[in-house]
Every structure is written in C-alpha cells, then in structure tokens.
C-alpha cells in the first residue's frame, strides 16, 4: 500500500514553447504537485546542465498550466488549487513570479 508522503508528485503539468529572444530555443517547464506545493523544474535546449529547479513554489495540491509567445517573449500562466482556492501565477518577459487576478467564482 503507497504512503502519502509529500516527497513524491502526485500532478503535473507542463508548457513548452520556443523562445524566439533566446536563440530560438525550446523551453520546457513542468510543474508538479506533492499534494501540498507546486514546485518547478526546467529545461532549455540550447544551455548545459540539463533539468534545472526553477524558482515557482506556491501552495497547491492540483496544478495546471499554459503558455504562449508574442513580440514580448514567452508568457505562463500557473493554476494552483489549494484549499478550495485556484490562484493564478504569472510569468511574463522582465518580470518574475506575480500573483494573478484568476478568481475562482
């Protein structure tokens, strides 16, 4: 019988796109879900290293994800649930990890 134990995912979610201010490298982006955080972790085509560990981690224990890209650059959005709450997360060029205005109705 599996344990609950928080070290482990039990959801994920994940956006990938071309960043054409970056060489026109793919990004991809997977979030994932202990059942109590959401936490990042990242890969980029065209650096070395691998899989690194992005800077998101908000509460939730249900996460979904989108992206998109425009003139600006490449934009997330994140949807953690938590406590009955979605909260949106936003990412957009020259800025970091804002909260959203998503209400959950």
């Known amino acids: 019988m599996a344990q609950d134990n928080p070290a482990f995912p039990i959801g994920t979610a994940s956006v990938s796109y ?6 026109n490298s793919l990004n991809i982006h997977v979030f994932s ?31 979904s994800a989108t992206s998109w890209v425009d ?11 938590f406590e009955d709450t979605t909260t ?9 990890w804002a909260k959203g205005i998503y209400t959950t109705s």
């Open 18 to 23: 071309f960043d054409p201010n970056n060489s």
């Open 33 to 63: 879900t202990d059942g109590y955080s959401v936490t990042e972790r990242y890969a980029v085509s065209n650096q070395s290293g691998g899989w690194m560990t992005g800077q998101f981690n908000q509460p939730g224990s249900a996460v």
């Open 71 to 81: 003139g600006a650059g490449a934009h997330i959005r994140v949807y953690c649930t």
């Open 88 to 96: 949106e997360w936003c990412f957009d060029p020259g800025t970091g």
